[in-house]
Every structure is written in structure tokens, then in C-alpha cells.
T-cell receptor
């Protein structure tokens, strides 16, 4: 099993640009989570999906952030427009009956 | 301006000794707990979990203890090895939300 796959692994962009992060969960896992990790705030839950449906997006910082899960094998997290304070590592994770398995993360730098 | 990050507690242990990492969780309704290990540049890695109807669970070289009375979780690592050096997070789940603690840095001295 390849585990949770995220792309790109690194993204450097200028303030104001649109950023799209991608995630492929582990096959058969019915829940998908997006987290953000920073030195200031640690690991924060942004949004999670159950059976492709967004269940709780209360952690999404503001309207500039949006997430979709068009099918069971793909999700995106979009930031439009990006700002320097969005710089962080963004993790996608998927869940079977127990546990939560993380991808390698996307390190985003907004200059 | 200068940024202030989270100040993570650090546990330094000698190689071969046992390590105990502690965690206080916040929600008495949490019914499932997981310990994660995160190495530099990698995502959190699942170590061991425990449901709230148990107070102890053992894995390979690791044991998790749960004390619901005081909302306390601990991770014991036996015969700590240099490869155990990492940041360790406890996480509590209520509903379908997994919420992470701030983490503890484990440093293993050879």
C-alpha cells in the first residue's frame, strides 16, 4: 500500500497567487482530513470529509480556503488568494475503522 | 518581528533506558486516543491507540496507559533507541474529530 499520497511536496508561491494542494487517501478509507502544522499553532484540523461529504469545516481559517472531495480517491485544498501567513506544512490523512494515517505533507511557502 | 513558537517539553533519555511521555487531554467525552511519532520532515506516524473502555494497551516496545479520572495519557517506550528520537503527539478523538496536543520532544543520547 502506497499510503496517503500528497502533491506537491513543496510549493513556493507569491502572495496573491492561487495554491492547490492535492491528496489521494488510502483506498478503502472512508474519512479524509486536512491538517495544517505551524510552529506557532502546532497541528490544526482544517476540515474533514466522511464518504466524500464535508462534515466539519470549522477549522478552515477564512473564506480564502476551500476544500473539495469529488470522489473517494481524491481531495483538494485550495487557497485563493494566498498570503504569507498561510505558510505551513499541510497534511492530508485518511481513516479506516481505527487510526488515522497521514501523508508526507506539502510544505507551502508564500512570499 | 520575532515569532514565538510553541515551547515543547523535551525528554532526554539514555539509549537503552525506558521513556515515559505524558499527555493531559481536554475533553472528558473523548473516547479514543492515539499516540503519534513525527520525525523531521515527515508526517505524523501512528504508533498505538487505545479506546476509552481500556486503561492499558501494549504494542511492540510501547505501552499506552489511560487514566480517565484525571484525563491523562502516557506512552512508555521500552529500551529506547536512537531511532526513537522524534516529536511525540497524543491525540484525542470525540465524534470524528481528532485533536492533537502540542507534542513532546524525545532526545535519545547514545
Amino acid at each position: 500500500d502506497a499510503g496517503v499520497i500528497q502533491s506537491p511536496r513543496h510549493e513556493v508561491t507569491e502572495m496573491g497567487q492561487e495554491v492547490t494542494l492535492r491528496c489521494k487517501p488510502i483506498s478503502g478509507h472512508n474519512s479524509l482530513f486536512w491538517y495544517r502544522q505551524t510552529m506557532m499553532r502546532g497541528l490544526e484540523l482544517l476540515i474533514y470529509f466522511n464518504n466524500n461529504v464535508p462534515i466539519d469545516d470549522s477549522g478552515m481559517p477564512e473564506d480564502r480556503f476551500s476544500a473539495k472531495m469529488p470522489n473517494a480517491s481524491f481531495s483538494t485544498l485550495k487557497i485563493q488568494p494566498s498570503e504569507p501567513r498561510d505558510s505551513a506544512v499541510y497534511f492530508c490523512a485518511s481513516r479506516p475503522d481505527r487510526g488515522l494515517y497521514f501523508g508526507p505533507g506539502t510544505r507551502l511557502t508564500v512570499t | 518581528g520575532e515569532s514565538v513558537g510553541l515551547h515543547l517539553p523535551t525528554l532526554s533519555v539514555q539509549e537503552g533506558d525506558n521513556s515515559i511521555i505524558n499527555c493531559a487531554y481536554s475533553n472528558s467525552a473523548s473516547d479514543y486516543f492515539i499516540w503519534y511519532k513525527q520525525e523531521s520532515g515527515k508526517g505524523p506516524q501512528f504508533i498505538i491507540d487505545i479506546r476509552s473502555n481500556m486503561d492499558k494497551r501494549q504494542g511492540q516496545r510501547v505501552t499506552v496507559l489511560l487514566n480517565k479520572t484525571v484525563k491523562h495519557l502516557s506512552l512508555q517506550i521500552a529500551a529506547t533507541q536512537p531511532g526513537d528520537s522524534a516529536v511525540y503527539f497524543c491525540a484525542e478523538m470525540y465524534g470524528n474529530k481528532l485533536v492533537f496536543g502540542a507534542g513532546t520532544i524525545l532526545r535519545v543520547k547514545s
